[in-house]
């Protein structure tokens, strides 16, 4: 299984300030006839369902503020919120989908300081 | 509007088997753009992938559970469906399907989930 591994566990940012969330995987997910990664963004609400946020470790989903953005390739990927609002606390999860069975980052709590 | 909502009983006993149903509304669980895939959380933690299954009715398990789980599709109710034997402690969670969105008939990542449906394994 691919291993995805996110840091830190958990974060506190004050409002209006950027939040920076590391992922890894134990193997390349860069699939190289595509030249694509393999790699997706979810934010979940307490209570809610996981929302995708960014899929090909890049593009925004449909609705997706632009102050989300996700970068990396290979192995190490970001998720970045340039300016931290309130309705973005929650937690993020990374998820590779480049082979099953499909797994996910341990995920990243992101709070208000 | 694609949406998913998971139902079935909240309480299995151990050594029983977890039945969920996912029904489809806004769009046909036969479309070829899409795959079919349960996924759980135990409570405070991470998210669990169990399976998929594709209108062809080909199926992928996690290696880790494949012993226990099968998915199947209704499509003459949109539905897709969990069966979970031999159930312990270990499998209380929230179980959320999804729906999986493929592009030549490669799966890829999640676009729509359920709400989830809180499943207790208990005597």
């Known amino acids: 299984d691919i291993v995805m591994t996110q840091s830190p566990d958990s974060l506190a940012v004050s409002l209006g300030e950027r939040a920076t969330i590391s992922c890894k995987s134990s193997q390349n997910i860069l699939y190289s006839s595509n030249n694509k990664n393999y790699l997706a963004w979810y934010q979940q609400k307490l209570g809610q369902p996981p929302k995708l946020l960014i899929y090909?470790?890049?593009t925004r989903e449909s609705g997706v503020p632009d102050r989300f953005s996700g970068s990396g390739s290979g192995t190490d990927f970001t998720l970045t919120i340039t300016s931290l609002q309130v309705e973005d606390v929650a937690v993020y999860y990374c998820?590779?989908?480049?082979?099953?069975?499909?797994?996910f980052g341990q995920g990243t709590r992101v709070e208000i300081k | 509007q694609v949406q998913l909502q998971e139902s079935g009983p909240g309480l299995v006993k151990p050594s029983q088997t977890l039945s969920l149903t996912c029904t489809v509304s806004?769009?046909?669980?036969?479309?070829?753009?899409?795959?079919w895939s349960w996924i759980r959380q135990p409570a405070g933690k991470g998210l669990e992938w169990i399976g998929r299954i594709y209108t062809n009715d080909n199926t992928n398990y996690n290696p880790s559970l494949k012993s226990r789980v099968t998915i199947s599709l209704d499509t003459s109710r949109n539905q897709f469906s969990l069966n979970l034997s031999s159930v312990t402690a270990a499998d209380t969670a929230v179980y959320f399907c999804?729906?999986?969105?493929?592009?030549?008939?490669?799966?890829?990542?999640?676009?729509?989930w359920g709400r989830g449906t809180l499943v207790t394994v208990s005597s």
């Open positions: 998820q590779q989908y480049y082979t099953t069975p499909r797994t």
């Open positions: 806004g769009g046909s669980i036969s479309s070829s753009n899409y795959f």
């Open positions: 999804a729906r999986e969105k493929t592009m030549t008939g490669s799966p890829y990542y999640f676009d729509y």
């Open positions: 090909w470790a890049s």
